[in-house]
């Protein structure tokens, strides 16, 4: 371990009314690695002289209520009774709390404000966590739109526009859809309608939906605006025509769109001062499943397919704030101070081969088909009412959710997770280590 010792120059002697103050010269020392038992001493013994390291003895190593601890310095005093500094590591606090009179008011569980009276276990069936599922849609659906109407409630207008696309201009209707994703049509067209001057803010929010008989994919968007001309959302959706369709006699604009054929798809707008009511409108298609099914080519498609999207920072994210908090740092019109742009580190090369590529409709023969157990403590709060506390987790069960309900002669209709107690956990147990011994057998 390499070490040195430097010794600072002494500063000048400086006048401070009648006194002069001179600088001792201090010997520093710099370890290559600090050393974890070392403790902070202070730097002036209590009549004022100097202290070097190793004069103290074993009467500085400990640090209790009332001494200099790790990460303080409390001197003695100096000429005419004053100290030199007074620092205690407690810079954002107004007054002086010593390690005996602090207490904590950080609660991380109910366990913290009330008595443990029981404990329970809890069998939940691990979903897909999908948007395609008939499941965990609707559900996840719920949350985000609760989460948008929040967000409207920022925008100074609401204005909804339908696009659609022209099904004979692709072999598909996923060739259809990819080219809209790859080239990021719906940001270009945001940017150019701000760039117009028709949008207060560049923020939206746009949902997928396909159409049950041309199975083509068709977006609602939500703008921040009060009123975009018709024309110019059709001359510029028009410009988004793929390279490899047949060109056109001329080309559409503000004032020629009138009489003609939609060039790319066609166009519906829809201003709504019920912000509400569009947030409802733009996430129905995520609350739930679609009558006749989403198409083929959705569901045999392999990798992400968003249902939705949205601009960036359209939902707060900084730490700190409230989850409905749409401040000027949330909604990203003004970067937050504090934070600091580091470059990238380089990811390493993982030893474990990347996972498998399935399609949608794999995935979601996935959702239930296992199961796991949680064991949850039971908390008598102060006022007397019984809640669950922290969760922890036991085990998991290879099994369907639904052969455990036919086992325990349960409805798994509108069931979600069951309650049982320790011996029922111990009969499903071995329930499973039944079944999968006669499947090895046969």
């Known amino acids: 371990m390499s070490k040195w010792k430097q010794k600072s120059p002494a500063a000048p002697p400086r006048q401070v009314g009648d006194l002069t103050m001179t600088e001792p010269v201090i010997e520093r020392r710099k370890w290559g690695k600090r050393r974890s038992t070392r403790q902070s001493l202070p730097l002036l013994d209590t009549d004022g002289t100097s202290v070097r390291p190793g004069e103290l003895g074993n009467t500085g190593a400990s640090a209790g209520p009332g001494r200099s601890g ?5 001197p003695g005093p100096a000429a005419e009774g004053g100290s030199l500094f007074q620092s205690y590591g407690h810079c954002c606090d107004k007054e002086e709390v010593s390690s005996s009179e602090f ?3 950080q609660v ?3 366990e913290d404000l009330g008595e443990v009276v029981g404990e329970a276990y809890r069998i939940r069936p691990c979903r897909c966590r999908r948007w395609f599922c008939e499941w965990c849609g609707p559900r996840l659906g719920a949350r985000l739109r609760d989460r948008l109407l929040a967000r409207l409630a920022a925008f100074n207008g609401v204005y909804g526009i339908t696009l659609t696309l022209d099904g004979n201009l692709f072999a598909s209707p996923e060739k259809g859809w990819q080219y809209v994703m790859d080239e990021r049509l719906l940001a270009r067209l945001v940017r150019e309608l701000h760039r117009r001057g028709h949008l207060h803010s560049k923020a939206y929010f746009w949902a997928v939906e396909f159409q049950g008989d041309t199975k083509q994919a068709h977006w609602h968007l939500l703008l921040d605006a009060t ?3 018709y024309g110019e959302i059709v001359e510029i959706w028009s410009r988004f025509r ?7 006699p001329e080309p559409i604009t503000a004032e020629n769109y009138k009489g003609h054929a939609p060039a790319f798809g066609s166009v519906r707008y829809t201003p709504s001062d019920n912000r509400e009511k569009a947030a ?3 996430t129905k298609y995520l609350t739930k499943s679609p009558r006749d099914g989403y198409p083929d080519w959705a569901l045999d498609h392999e990798g992400r397919m968003p249902r939705y999207g949205h601009s960036h920072r359209f939902f707060p994210r900084l730490s700190g704030h409230d989850p409905m908090c749409f401040c000027a740092q949330c909604c990203g019109e003004v970067e937050p101070p504090s934070k600091a742009r580091f470059p990238k580190k380089p990811r390493a090369k993982s030893a474990q081969p990347r996972r498998e590529r399935k399609t949608i ?3 979601l023969a996935e959702c239930g088909q296992s199961c796991t157990v949680v064991r949850v403590k039971r908390v008598r709060l102060p006022d007397g009412s019984i809640v669950d506390g922290k969760g922890r987790f036991e085990g998991k069960f290879e099994i369907p959710f639904r052969e455990v309900c036919e086992f325990l002669e349960i409805n798994p209709e509108g069931q979600w997770q069951l309650e049982v107690d320790g011996r029922t956990v111990t009969e499903v147990e071995e329930f499973v280590k039944q079944r999968d011994a006669a499947r090895e057998a046969a």
């Open 70 to 74: 790790a990460g303080e310095h409390r």
């Open 361 to 363: 409709r794999e995935r």
């Open 280 to 282: 409802y409108y733009a």
């Open 242 to 248: 793929p390279p490899t369709a047949p060109p056109l």
């Open 227 to 229: 009123f975009v001309p």
């Open 108 to 110: 991380h569980s109910p």
């Open 103 to 105: 207490v904590s008011d």
